[in-house]
């Protein structure tokens, strides 16, 4: 049970709270008078003796609830307190209606808007917020003609030099009854979270995860010893700072989503060479989120005993895997999800797969997700299964210092899997399942400690649905399987990477082009089967060829349609010059769209004129109106060939 404190204006009222509070199973710090000039250094000692709740009124409960963190318990005037004072007031006035005004805090009153008519006068509650409006109401309720006001000590001064009746604003103990039972379910409730919340504190700082809690803010208001430990800071150091500062894996984005739409939210960390997995939970109070909790804990796992001079045995024998997840071109939200996904994927030990197209970034996830696992400090190693008998197979995976043999303890990444012979599927469901392989010789049994990680271009059910893979296989590898989406669905990647890869390539060359607005489009509404590779490969012909400085969207569609003429008939569907023009207009690049019709108008000319004369350029060009040296440097511009 809490101390409780009585702080009360008048001496009347410390004998009232001394009558009831024989009745009370409270334990009272102190009794006593104050006045608004004391009552804070009063509040200021009685905490240091541990009172947790302050009972009090008026300007005294205003100034204690702006000034200090006690909760307090106002003595609210009962409507029957305040009915005796307009009887009493209404005897000392002897009008038949009397004015009567009432100047006093806001807190102190309940209800009294039926006064006029239940006790026949004319009553005017002048309420304030603060002492220094009280004056100013004093003085309104003189002018508006009231015949007497009701107040305390502050508003009796003021009365007193006016010289206009008053009445001293006095109570029963009906309303420090009030006061007292309302204290005693405060510190009820307060005993109930205290011990809630030391049980609480207790699990948190025995918890073997580290734990803080942020407010709506994204701001961290607390921590435990483990999280101290965890990320070596201890908790002074991080409290009032934003959570995405001492987490830069969280971003923003993801933050603002976690406190305004109450989602949770995961993501894998990395702090003095431990994993951590990390978790990030929304507080919902009463459907409104109100903070989060931020859990980490280690990731472990069995781990073969490997000596120090193994491991770097194993860095020196092979080339340092440096991709990250931070290295994957992810401004666009599917791409966000997809890796966000591998990062939770590297907390595992089960198989993974990779699904996407050729190009896209199955590799460098791959090299992430081993980058990030427990297996960092282990081997990785790319296979191609693709092109390979089953013999050949066997041997570069599973033949004597084959790719198995050397993954000890790292990763093998198989590309193009679905490629794997029935018998090599088997021996890798082995692999995978029981951590055993056979050697060359069928009663040689080997047991190698390695995560697979495999690429397909189909999904697995069709593969099985088909009958290129084994059900067993199947099953193992459908649990952990990713798509990685196209560049074409995912535009803001897809313009990022053409930006970049055409500076890329300018800057190799130490050439300096421009890209129209119209060949932007172009690049933009290519289908880029090819994907990333496509796009570097493209801008590298591109840039080292030219023989302009600008390049527009005539250039763009010439050199896709003699790069990959097989593949351009579906893909340029979308680029169509009609649609190019309408976009240039929509951006506003009217001089371009101007520029580029003339283009259109022009080439066609010369392809009709062309087709005309059966390819004949003198007579094409003399039709023209041009030399053949004009015909032939305009043909080459737009693409046009005979």
């Known amino acids: 049970m809490g101390k409780i404190a009585l702080f009360l204006p008048k001496e009347e009222m410390l004998y009232q709270a001394h009558n009831l509070l024989q009745d009370y199973d409270l334990e009272v710090e102190e009794v006593k008078i104050t006045n608004p000039g004391m009552v804070l250094d009063e509040a200021k000692k009685v905490a240091e003796h541990g009172v947790s709740i302050i009972i009090t009124r008026g300007m005294q409960a205003s100034l204690l609830k702006q000034y200090t963190s006690i909760p307090i318990v106002e003595i609210t005037m009962t409507a029957q307190e305040m009915a005796l004072l307009v009887v009493k007031a209404k005897r000392i006035i002897g009008k038949e209606i009397p004015r009567i005004g009432l100047v006093g805090f806001r807190n102190m009153f309940s209800d009294m808007s039926h006064f006029n008519e239940l006790y026949e006068v004319d009553f005017r509650p002048y309420l304030v917020d603060n002492s220094d409006e009280i004056p100013g109401l004093v003085q309104r309720a003189v002018n508006e003609q009231c015949d007497l006001v009701i107040g305390g000590e502050s508003v009796l001064k003021i009365t007193e030099q006016l010289q206009v009746k008053s009445l001293y604003l006095s109570s029963t103990e009906e309303s420090l009854h009030q006061a007292l039972e309302m204290a005693k379910r405060m510190d009820y409730a307060m005993s109930v979270e205290k011990r809630s919340v030391a049980q609480l504190e207790t699990l948190i700082d025995y918890s073997d995860n580290g734990i803080i809690q942020i407010d709506g803010n994204g701001m961290i208001v607390s921590s435990n010893a483990m999280m101290e430990g965890l990320i070596q800071k201890q908790e002074k150091e991080i409290t009032g700072k934003l959570i995405y500062d001492i987490f830069p894996e969280i971003k923003k984005e993801a933050m603002l989503e976690i406190l305004a739409a109450g989602k949770d939210y995961s993501f894998q960390a990395e702090r003095n060479n431990t994993q951590l997995f990390t978790m990030v939970a929304p507080i919902v109070v009463d459907g ?65 797969v990779l699904r996407g197209e050729p190009g896209t970034e199955r590799r460098i996830i791959a090299e992430s997700i081993h ?55 088997y021996r890798l469901y082995q692999l995978i399942r029981f951590h055993v392989y056979y050697g060359a010789k069928m009663g040689t049994l080997r047991k190698r400690d390695v995560r697979v990680i495999a690429t397909v271009s189909q999904p ?54 421009i890209l129209t607005e119209g060949a932007k489009i172009v690049l933009q509404r290519y289908s880029w089967p090819g994907n990333l590779f496509q796009i570097e490969s493209f801008m590298d012909r591109l840039v080292l060829t030219a023989k302009k400085r600008v390049f527009d969207e005539v250039a763009i569609v010439s050199l896709l349609k003699n790069l990959y003429p097989d593949e351009t008939g579906e893909t340029m569907g979308e680029i169509s010059e009609n649609s190019i023009y309408a976009q240039l207009l929509q951006t506003g690049k009217k001089e371009e769209t101007y520029t580029a019709l003339v283009h259109s108008e022009e080439s066609d000319k010369i392809q009709e004129t062309l087709r005309l004369f059966c390819g004949n350029r003198e007579k094409t060009a003399e039709a023209l109106g041009i030399s053949k040296v004009t015909l032939w440097r305009r043909m080459k511009k737009y693409g046009i060939e005979v």
């Open 460 to 513: 697995l059910h069709e593969l099985v649905k088909s009958g290129k893979m084994r059900k067993d296989l199947f099953y193992l590898l459908s649990g952990l399987e990713l798509e990685i989406p196209p560049l074409r669905e995912r535009k803001e990647d897809l313009r990022y990477k053409i930006t970049q890869a055409f500076q890329k390539s300018c800057d190799h060359y130490s050439h300096y082009h």
């Open 288 to 352: 409104s989120v109100d903070g989060a909790i931020v859990t980490c804990h280690r990731m472990r796992r069995p781990q073969m005993e490997r000596t120090e001079q193994e491991t770097n045995a194993d860095r020196k024998k092979y080339a340092p895997v440096m991709a990250q997840f931070s290295d994957i071109i992810q401004y666009s939200e599917v791409m966000q999800e997809c890796v966000q996904m591998a990062k939770l994927f590297a907390y595992s030990e089960q198989p993974v």
């Open 371 to 425: 980058n990030s696992s427990q297996r960092k400090t282990g081997p990785f190693l790319d296979i191609p299964c693709e092109g390979l008998d089953d013999t050949e197979q066997w041997n570069v995976i599973f033949g004597e210092n084959g790719a198995v043999q050397q993954a000890q303890g790292g990763t093998l990444l198989l590309q193009d899997a679905d490629q794997l012979s029935f018998p090599n599927q």
